[in-house]
């Protein structure tokens, strides 16, 4: 009973991967759900459609990636009535998310009444995360009132990696520190003290901290006030414009990291200013986790951007020696796992994440079965 099944559902995809033990068996994308032309006309259909073409035998739990868990779900948690309705009660923190996650565990629990199914948050990882770091100076009531912290997400991926590095450093996990920044279409960064979150960029909602493919990152919150009174701008389109037409699709009118790097190498003005704010925003959530860490063993790259790019891996971190950080542009270019020089105080990593695999294995954890 070592299989488990991973999906991740989206308002009209299905994403999912099948592992016997850390093995991928298969995987794959159900696209364009309800869609004319599309491949299935409901979540249910393409369920069934993965349960006619996989062997689901001895079949030990579903995974479902759930991005907001709230305050409630600390840890991935095995899904009865009261957990679906925990999950549709937090809806209002994750709109665009949370929906499409309770149709995947609607439609799994109906089709496969008898495997657990494990409900494994965003925010999980995060919850470890001190009271200082996860409230805001505002109205203590207001925020208690309306469930208003940081949360933070990508908490898988900056599980694995930070878990992963600390392997890759021969070091136990409960002993090194770890700044991971998880750079790809979504960008945040976290600060892992002995294997636990102790700080982390995005906060009630994935739209703040590091600059990312449409949304804003960190932006002064009267910017709001201001284009509603002085433009007139509803809050939809401010909203609108602050997740979906903003980071670098809004400074370079591209979200493809990968376009906009080429066409700053290319001395494109305005892709270069772009990719400056871009890393800027990073070095400035890395000096500051440097502080809040103290010591810090390893700084990770992961996410398509980290794990892929030279080029933003070293303006990132450029001149940073003196704070014991350096990169090895050979390691760089080659895109190895540690790319810093032997011997450096503070080692650099790239490490490709593996968010599919840390579900499988947290919902291994939740039915009490680590095999
Ligand atoms: P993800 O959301 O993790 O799949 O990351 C997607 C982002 O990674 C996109 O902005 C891609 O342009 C970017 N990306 C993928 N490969 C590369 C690469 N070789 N160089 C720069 N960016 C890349």
């Known amino acids: 009973m070592s299989r488990v099944l991973v999906l991740n ?217 201001h284009l509603h009174r002085e433009a007139g701008m509803p809050i939809d389109e401010i909203e609108d414009l602050l997740t979906r037409r903003s980071g670098m699709a809004g400074l370079a009118g591209d979200n493809d990291l990968r376009s906009v790097e080429e066409r700053c190498l290319a001395g494109d003005p305005e892709a270069t200013l772009a990719i400056d704010v871009y890393c800027r925003r990073i070095r400035e959530y890395t000096g500051s986790y440097l502080a809040v860490l103290g010591r810090v063993d390893a700084i990770t790259f992961t996410g398509g951007v980290g794990e892929n790019s030279r080029t933003i891996r070293a303006r990132a971190l450029a001149g940073l020696e003196a704070l014991g950080i350096s990169i090895d542009p050979e390691r760089n270019a080659r895109n190895e796992r540690v790319i810093s020089p032997d011997g450096s105080p503070i080692a650099v990593c790239a490490v490709p994440t593996e968010e599919e695999l840390e579900i499988a294995s947290e919902a291994r954890k939740a039915i009490g079965s680590e095999g």
Do not use: C
């Open 9 to 225: 559902s989206g308002s009209s995809s299905l994403r999912y991967r099948l592992f016997d033990g850390a093995e991928v068996l298969a995987k794959g994308l159900v696209q364009r759900i309800g869609e004319s032309g599309g491949d299935a006309a409901d979540h249910g259909e393409a369920l069934r459609r993965l349960m006619d073409e996989l062997d689901l035998t001895g079949l030990a739990a579903v995974g479902h990636r759930v991005v907001h868990g709230g305050e409630r779900f600390t840890t991935a948690t095995v899904v009865d009535d009261a957990v679906l309705s925990a999950i549709e009660e937090l809806i209002p923190l994750a709109p665009l998310h949370n929906p499409a996650a309770l149709t995947g565990l609607r439609v799994a629990r109906r089709l496969l009444p008898d495997v657990p199914q494990v409900a494994v948050f965003d925010t999980s990882f995060h919850s470890t995360i001190p009271p200082e770091g996860a409230l805001w100076a505002i109205d203590r009531e207001v925020a208690a009132k309306w469930g208003i912290r940081r949360y933070g997400f990508h908490g898988t991926s900056h599980a694995y990696v930070s878990r992963e590095t600390a392997r890759l450093l021969g070091k136990p996990a409960g002993e090194t520190n770890v700044i991971t920044l998880h750079l790809g279409n979504g960008a945040s960064a976290a600060a892992v003290r002995g294997g636990r979150s102790v700080a982390t960029s995005m906060g009630l909602t994935p739209l703040p901290g590091l600059v990312m493919g449409t949304r804003s990152g960190d932006v002064d919150p009267s910017l709001i006030f």
